[in-house]
């Protein structure tokens, strides 16, 4: 593995696309493990624990890649970035709720690719618990704790079923507890896409989702409050 950049799981069944991806990434320090189709893609997984990161196609022969992030769930956090041709608002979504942390439609460009691929392998190695020294289990709130590392959330002792991007956007709000969150930023920081106005309504329904998972009451929230005209905050 190459210490300074990492390793990097290429998931695509056209040749040449996963050729075009290895030049790059290779070119900017990474080492490169490549799949042809989903299968593969669950077993090199498995095979390479060490991995900083998967770029993984959606529509592929044998497993496609939702199937494919899915089972690499089961035993890996390595963020996973679609890419993938088909774009639209219910792709995004079905990449997400089965366990994608990013979506980038093709075609796109390589300074696009590489600011996605360095945000999500630095999102990784700090929430992840690489470079974290926290204790495994911090308070939240009064009956809430979070599990860094393993990227768990419990509440009365019952863990609570997060999708990826609500535990992105969740430890955002907590890496910055305290401090009022506009919506610019959070929309920024966890999709790592430009905002937009429409990208206000994208904010709100995720704090709703996560209002619903963690709060007693999420229509008198406690935990992730809103700062009117501000934005969010948790205390």
């Known amino acids: 593995m190459n210490e300074k950049n990492g390793t990097i799981l290429v998931v695509d069944d056209e040749p040449g696309i996963r050729q075009l991806l290895r030049i790059l990434l290779r070119n900017k320090g990474f080492e490169v493990i490549e799949a042809a189709n989903g299968r593969d893609a669950v077993a090199a997984a498995e095979r390479y624990p060490e991995l900083d990161l998967i770029l993984m196609d959606i529509m592929m022969p044998e497993l496609s890649g939702l199937d494919a992030c899915r089972r690499i769930r089961v035993y890996s956090k390595a963020p996973v970035l679609f890419l993938t041709a ?10 997400y709720e089965n366990g994608g942390d990013d979506y980038l439609p093709k075609p796109f460009s390589q300074a696009e690719l590489m600011m996605k691929v360095n945000s999500l392998i630095r999102r990784y190695r700090v929430y992840g618990g690489v470079e974290t020294g926290d204790a495994p289990w911090g308070n939240a709130a009064d009956a809430l704790v979070v599990d860094v590392r393993a990227r768990r959330v419990k509440k009365h002792d019952q863990e609570i079923k997060l999708t990826d991007k ?22 920024e920081a966890v999709w790592q896409s430009k905002y937009m106005p429409s990208s206000d309504n994208n904010i709100m329904v995720y704090i709703q989702r996560l209002r619903k998972k963690l709060e007693d009451d999420p229509a008198n929230p406690v935990l992730i409050r809103t700062i009117y005209g501000r934005g969010y905050q948790i205390d």
């Open 166 to 187: 609500e535990m992105e956007l969740f430890l955002f709000l907590m890496k910055h507890r305290g401090e009022i969150m506009d919506v610019k930023t959070l929309y």
């Open 86 to 95: 088909r774009n639209t608002e219910r792709d995004k979504e079905m990449a």
